[in-house]
């Protein structure tokens, strides 16, 4: 009896390590799939901050043609020309000053928007690397089971043997 209990042992003992190698392998798929879900949404996020630096970029476009519209009515009601060197020399100031604006937002936006890719690429990478531990994790309790199960085996080979020349029963 003592024989049956421990083969019945050794099976066990096989299955759950069995169960725990596929249990690794499920965790590391698990972080993939989380990697690249996180990764998903940060490239949303960084299309976002490249749409929202867009249309930032467009207000300020439009508010700096209100200003010239605005500095050419009052140049007008003041009795001054469009051509005048100082209604110019504002003119130009003020178109300096939107593109460098528009520059900078987009430049800020399209910044977000790399920092938010180089994070998803992290956040893929991680998910890969999970996988990977997991089946190395997978492979290590694989291994374990069968150097286990070999040494369980050849006790029990021992055992038997050793029962059989001593007359003794299991």
């Not at 009795?79 to 209604?87: F, H, K, M, Q």
């Amino acid at each position: 009896m003592t024989f049956i209990l421990q083969a019945v042992g050794i099976g066990t003992s096989y299955k759950a390590s069995q169960m725990a190698a596929k249990a690794a392998t499920a965790q590391g798929q698990a972080a993939l799939v989380s990697g690249m879900g996180e990764a998903k949404q940060l490239e949303t996020q960084a299309a976002r901050e490249v749409a929202v630096g867009t249309y930032n970029a467009d207000i300020i476009n439009q508010r700096a043609k209100q200003i010239l519209s605005s500095q050419r009515a009052a140049a007008a009601a003041g009795g001054g020309d469009t051509t005048d060197a100082t209604v110019q020399a504002i003119t130009d100031e003020t178109i300096k000053t939107a593109s460098i604006e528009k520059l900078m937002t987009m430049a800020n936006a399209e910044d977000k928007a790399r920092q938010g890719r180089y994070a998803a690429s992290v956040a893929r990478y991680k998910g890969a690397t999970g996988l990977q531990q997991g089946r190395l994790n997978a492979s290590a309790q694989k291994l374990a089971t069968t150097a286990k199960t070999i040494l369980s085996v050849e006790k029990l080979g021992e055992d038997v043997f050793a029962a059989m020349t001593t007359g003794g029963g299991g």
